[in-house]
């Protein structure tokens, strides 16, 4: 922010001189704003900065400020489809050994293990379609990006209640819940009337994510792995929590395809 005289800054307390080599005091920021505009005086606040961008897609700001600059989309492309590529074969690289055994001793590579493997291909080729398809910056960053999900408040449950969780058909019921299919969920157990942590839902870990599938109104049902996968199952609920009776699912968020790759982890891949 400054005092200009025809585009040149005017220091506060300092004397100056106008273009037509009239002096002025030091003091001349004492003058009231009329006299400071008829000497020709205009105070320019600083410009506004320009916001923050994603120098992956751009360049920068064109010299007017009010456009980014777009890098070439093809390029764009071409480096996402290989960024999925090494993070995909950075997945795989903990269980190669497995495909290594088996090509030198031909011993079997576990039925999880080779599950996981196909899960993570098909998440890429998933991927790079979503890439390939995208017709501008912005389709290109949604591959990447998560949808706000049904709410970030917390759907408690009755656990204990067989009404609630349903061993035959392995759904959960949650009036009204919102959950969407392929939306992210967190599962907590929460705590006894001894305040203590309650059992579990028999086929769910506490503290674990869990994709959504099958939704009705006030129904839903767990999957381990997105669909992006190609392996989406019903993870069967095999009993009810014994004393958990304000049990919660969480939206996390529906994610985008670059954000649906599996996790080991899962008991789906363990056997």
């Not at 058909?169 to 942590?197: A, K, P, R």
Request: glycine residues 8%.
């Amino acid at each position: 922010m400054a005092w200009k005289h025809n585009g040149r800054v005017i220091k506060i307390g300092k004397a100056w001189v106008a273009d037509d080599n009239t002096k002025h005091p030091s003091g001349w920021v004492r003058w009231d704003a009329d006299r400071k505009e008829a000497m020709g005086l205009v105070w320019e606040d600083d410009p506004t900065p320009l916001a923050p961008y994603d120098n992956f897609y751009y360049y920068g700001w064109n010299s007017d400020g009010d456009a980014l600059l777009p890098k070439p989309l093809a390029d764009l492309k071409a480096s996402k489809i290989f960024d999925a590529k090494d993070i995909s074969a950075g997945i795989l690289s903990g269980t190669d050994w497995y495909v290594t055994r088996k090509s030198e001793t031909n011993t079997a590579i576990p039925s999880g293990i080779t599950a996981f493997r196909t899960a993570v291909r098909a998440n890429y080729t998933t991927l790079k379609t979503a890439i390939n398809n995208a017709s501008d910056i912005a389709g290109l960053q949604a591959c990447y990006e998560t949808v706000a999900g049904a709410s970030q408040t917390a759907k408690e449950i009755d656990a204990t209640s067989s009404s609630v969780v349903s061993t035959s058909d392995n759904t959960i019921t949650s009036n009204g819940h919102g959950f969407v299919n392929d939306e992210q969920v967190s599962y907590d157990v929460g705590v006894n009337s001894d305040d203590e942590q309650a059992s579990v839902i028999g086929g769910l870990v506490n503290n674990t994510t869990y994709f959504v599938i099958a939704t009705a109104t006030n129904t839903f049902k767990l999957s381990e792995s997105h669909s992006n996968c190609g392996d989406e199952a019903v993870v069967s609920l095999t009993g009810l929590s014994s004393d958990g009776i304000a049990q919660t699912f969480t939206s996390q968020g529906k994610p985008s395809v670059g954000q649906t790759f599996p996790n080991q982890d899962m008991p789906k891949y363990s056997s």
